[in-house]
T-cell receptor, first 115, second 113 residues
Framework: GAGVSQTPSNKVTEKGKYVELRCDPI?????LYWYRQSLGQGPEFLIY????????DSGLPNDRFFAVRPEGSVSTLKIQRTERGDSAVYLC?????????????FGEGSRLTVL | GENVEQHPSTLSVQEGDSAVIKCTYS??????FPWYKQELGKRPQLIID?????GEKKDQRIAVTLNKTAKHFSLHITETQPEDSAVYFC????????????FGKGTTLSVSS
């Protein structure tokens, strides 16, 4: 596609439910990143993939959060037993370079609201 | 891990004035320092970046300086215009360490005409 695509754009769920957020990166981009952004804050790093493998998952806040990228393209961020504090905009970004020092192209984000 | 601090959190200037945003980082291994601009309700977009082998880089009205010894870098915008109003984020990463890009908390720049 022309840009990074994220679905859903908005997700409202109840506390304790399971949520999946999808990211479709720019074709050919080997690196894929997940960040989350709360109001008035900078993007908070969660996890980054080089190809199919997680190169750095040190930003995942706890074991309720998990992400996969099975074929090295589309990625899914999975959140179990959601809590109100998980409410944020989840941003996905991809980069054409295999190193971690290239321009990130962000998607529009998935706004998650946990009631 | 890397920690990036950014100041000020808000900055208001008159059109035509200059604006300076400063960041410090903690990991001496970091060697890539981009700046992203995020307009209200939009996605962050890269506006300029600098690598540790240079001390300054300029692109029209925007410049970035880097002091590796002091571990700080700055964004300079000259002749500000109302369309420069946005949130600006600095960030840092290290190729050698394989670390992902870590962002500062952002600076909200308001340019009034």
């Amino acid at each position: 596609g022309a840009g990074v695509s994220q679905t859903p754009s908005n997700k409202v769920t109840e506390k304790g439910k399971y949520v999946e957020l999808r990211c479709d990166p720019i074709s050919g981009h080997t690196a894929l990143y997940w960040y989350r952004q709360s109001l008035g804050q900078g993007p908070e790093f969660l996890i980054y993939f080089q190809g199919t493998g997680a190169a750095d998952d040190s930003g995942l806040p706890n074991d309720r959060f998990f992400a996969v990228r099975p074929e090295g393209s589309v990625s899914t961020l999975k959140i179990q037993r959601t809590e109100r504090g998980d409410s944020a905009v989840y941003l996905c970004a991809s980069s054409r370079q295999s190193s971690n020092t290239g321009e990130l192209f962000f998607g529009e984000g998935s706004r998650l609201t946990v009631l | 891990g890397e920690n990036v601090e950014q100041h000020p959190s808000t900055l208001s200037v008159q059109e035509g004035d200059s604006a300076v945003i400063k960041c410090t980082y903690s990991d001496s291994a970091s060697n890539y320092f981009p700046w992203y601009k995020q307009e209200l309700g939009k996605r962050p977009q890269l506006i300029i970046d600098i690598r540790s082998n240079v001390g300054e880089k300029k692109d029209q009205r925007i410049a970035v300086t880097l002091n590796k010894t002091a571990k700080h870098f700055s964004l300079h915008i000259t002749e500000t215009q109302p369309e420069d109003s946005a949130v600006y984020f600095c960030a840092a990463s290290s190729y050698q360490a394989g670390t992902a890009l870590i962002f500062g908390k952002g600076t909200t720049l308001s340019v009034s005409s």
